[in-house]
């Protein structure tokens, strides 16, 4: 005997808890648990001894499998594996986990399988970009890393602002572009180290060729030579420069954290903040201006966009920058 039953879900932790329920229930009474399209139509096959219906059993198995493929690349991979491991477990799992080749596949393939509806695409996406930005860092992927995280930075303000793991994700998206600035920041050490090299021995064996020329050796020739090896080794030290290490400009950083900013907002009294710092500030210690003590609120905030576009523009010639402690 087959019993159809529909549940509509209003989220997806009802969706994931449903789910566990499914589970546990299939497990111990031996049914079928049947999942499609965002919603779960449930096929409850008795095993009344050897009196069930075979073919009736062999159509609810293949209805069984389409529908887990559906159900599988409509709802977030991620969703499934905290299904997989309730109560925060998954995280760890995730952090040693060794087949992020898998994940990748799975999450570019679920993007083309997104029917349900806008809220969940969205909710499904940030997390889709988020979780393939991940997979893609442990490949050492860290360009396409990085633009999969910024996409699930981006997707995650439209969808939920206040829902979406912004501080985490932008941990991770500064982890990928630091570890991508230390890639290419190697890369370029070498080739400058090793032109820096052939320069020197090109330079030397010139001013060796033009001494033999001349009846002994001078001291104005030396002193040449010197001088412009000392040119030389300027500027290879000064095509360096943007690779090293230093401090950041105080007008990049906002003035409670010391940190550079992320989404600046400047305040009536003209100073500049950490949204989500000052946001916090007003929330809980009160509302006023932590550096003009006059009072202020959220709604008197705006974007700073020149500081925006000025942390934009210094982080892309000073990857260094991104590293957080």
Not at 182 to 189: G, K, L, P, V
Request: aromatic letters at 14%; proline letters at 4%; one cysteine or more.
């Amino acid at each position: 005997m087959v019993k159809y039953i529909r549940h509509d879900f209003s989220s997806f932790s009802c969706l994931v808890e449903y789910i566990q329920s499914l589970i546990m229930a299939s497990w111990k009474s031996n049914s079928l648990p049947y999942m499609t399209n965002g919603k779960c139509l449930t096929y409850i096959i008795g095993y009344s001894g050897f009196g069930f219906d075979l073919c009736r059993f062999c159509c609810s198995m293949l209805a069984l499998f389409d529908g887990i493929v559906s159900f599988f690349f409509v709802t977030s991979s991620f969703v499934l594996l905290n299904v997989m491991f309730p109560s925060g477990k998954f995280w760890p799992f995730a952090k040693s986990f060794t087949l992020w080749s898998t994940v990748v596949d799975l999450c570019i393939l679920r993007f083309s399988y997104l029917t349900v509806s806008l809220q969940v695409k969205c909710f499904a996406l940030w997390q889709a970009h988020y979780m393939l930005g991940l997979a893609l860092l442990k490949r050492e992927e860290y360009a396409e890393g990085a633009r999969e995280l910024e996409k699930a930075l981006d997707l995650g303000r439209g969808a939920n602002p206040k829902g979406y793991m912004v501080e985490e994700i932008w941990q991770e998206l500064a982890r990928a572009r630091y570890l991508l600035w230390e890639q290419e920041s190697t890369r370029r050490s070498w080739d400058l180290q090793n032109l820096k090299e052939t320069c020197e021995e090109a330079l030397k064996e010139k001013h060796f060729l033009d001494d033999s020329q001349i009846e002994g050796f001078t001291d104005e020739n030396t002193q040449s030579n010197l001088e412009q090896l000392e040119a030389l080794s300027r500027v290879f030290n000064k095509a360096a420069e943007d690779d090293i290490p230093t401090e950041v400009p105080d007008y990049l950083c906002c003035k409670i954290t010391l940190d550079i900013f992320r989404d600046p907002v400047i305040a009536p009294s003209g100073v500049t903040y950490e949204r989500a710092v000052i946001l916090d500030h007003l929330l809980k210690v009160g509302k006023f201006d932590p550096v003009s003590r006059e009072p202020l609120y959220p709604s008197q905030l705006v974007p700073n966009l020149a500081i925006k576009e000025a942390v934009h523009a210094f982080l892309e010639t000073h990857g260094w920058a991104y590293k957080t402690d």
